[in-house]
């Protein structure tokens, strides 16, 4: 940087211009001067202006939902040079990072923990940079001018806190060596490790795990239910209006209140078709399950699914099993699957750490909360190593 920064906030991404925001989140070719960290990744979908666009003018964020954009931004000469997606809050829902402990305790010492800061791509436990900086610039200054405008904007809304989750292992590393409070969780993820196809990653497993796939993906399917991968043009209203029934019905009886709304997903639909892929279920001559996954350059993310029947398997088939077909095919690294489940490992998925960053107020919170971080992280990594020894492959044999 050779020029003064301007640090700003937007209270929405259409304030933004698309192509400046979309350099600093997914430029257009691999970094190879170590200015931006990829982490692998040339393209992720959630970080493109146009999905988070979706979620605002959807209504999904924004008005009353708890998720008020303010995103922060910096400019150097009047060019948008790094950005971070941001949100005020005013609870802990729809971040999969979980901090209600957290605010119950500060409650109970008398603090006020919310409103928070979140730097988070909303509803989406997937890894990907969230402290965006554009192709050619100074990675760690404009990370230490990020975590500048986010305590500025965090001390002007009297926010207990800021948190950043789901980034990347340098981001991690960057931000706790400013003294932000480091966490760990896991998830599940497939790794692509040169299979030809399914056929070939099933003669990786050990023989057991190998014929207990082979058996969920036929009775799966037992009842006369056909599949179906739809992707770009192939997608069509009808298809969001059954997908969405699915998703109503399956997130209030999981978690009571479904996140998204049915006019994100026609949004997301219009804006994006061809990083979408959309696998419905169909007996009888009507969709009765679904799973949205949205297409990177190198990695598929698993998002959401529903059903309207139960059928012995279906999930497995329509999230997990189908999302490696499309992986293979396409020649993708891996498959991301979302939070949680261990019932993943035994299908291939593998014990993956995912990172986020927290910085406090209030020190006497941040002592306590840092504390438990550290427990917290030694169990983390425990548990991932442990798992990796249950990985259902040929060598366990």
């Known amino acids: 940087m050779t020029s ?41 979908p959630f970080l493109a202006h146009a999905f988070l666009k979706a979620l605002e003018t959807s209504g999904t964020v924004g008005g009353r939902t708890g998720w008020s954009p303010a995103h922060v931004t910096v400019h150097e000469a009047g060019r948008l040079v790094a950005a971070a997606p941001t949100y005020i809050k005013t609870h802990s829902q729809g971040e999969y990072v979980f901090d209600h402990s957290w605010a119950e305790a500060y409650s109970r010492a008398g603090g006020r923990y919310y409103p928070k800061l979140q730097v988070a791509v909303p509803f989406t436990p997937a890894t990907g940079r969230r402290f965006l900086v554009a192709p ?41 060596a400013l003294g932000w409070l480091q966490r760990t969780d896991q998830q599940f993820h497939f ?21 207990n796939i082979r058996k969920e993906r036929k009775d799966a399917l037992g009842e006369g239910i056909t599949i179906e991968q739809l992707t770009g043009s192939d997608i069509r209203e009808d298809h969001w209006d059954a997908f969405y029934a699915f998703y109503m019905d399956t997130g209030s009886r999981k978690w009571g209140r479904p996140y998204l709304n049915r006019r994100f997903f026609s949004e997301i639909g219009a804006a994006m078709a061809d990083r979408i892929l959309l696998v419905m279920a169909k007996r009888a001559g009507r969709y009765v399950a679904g799973a949205i996954n949205f297409i990177g350059d190198d990695a598929l993310y698993g998002r959401n699914w529903g059903c309207i029947e139960e059928h012995p398997f279906l999930h497995f088939e329509v999230c997990y099993y189908q999302a490696i077909d499309f992986a293979l ?12 489940g261990e019932h993943k490992l035994a299908r291939g998925y593998r014990p993956t750490t995912t990172y986020s960053v927290h910085d406090i107020a209030d020190s006497r919170l941040a002592a306590a909360i840092g504390d438990y971080l550290d427990h917290e992280r030694a169990y983390v990594e425990s548990a991932v190593e442990q798992l990796g020894e249950h990985l259902p492959f040929r060598h366990e044999d």
Do not use: M
């Open 329 to 340: 095919a396409r020649g993708l690294k891996r498959v991301e699957a979302g939070a949680q």
């Open 191 to 211: 790794v692509n490790e040169g299979y030809a196809g399914f056929d070939d990653f099933l003669a990786a497993l050990a023989s057991r795990k190998r014929k």
């Open 4 to 44: 003064p920064i301007t640090i700003q906030v937007a209270t929405s991404i259409a304030a933004i211009p698309a192509a400046d925001w979309d350099l600093c989140a997914n430029p257009p070719a691999p970094a190879t001067d170590g200015a931006a960290d990829r982490s692998g990744e040339r393209f992720n």
């Open 136 to 176: 050619g610039q100074d990675t760690e200054a404009l990370h230490a001018a990020l975590a500048a405008g986010l305590r500025a904007l965090r001390k002007e809304v009297k926010a207990s806190s800021t948190h950043a989750t789901f980034l990347t292992k340098a981001e991690w590393d960057s931000f706790g």
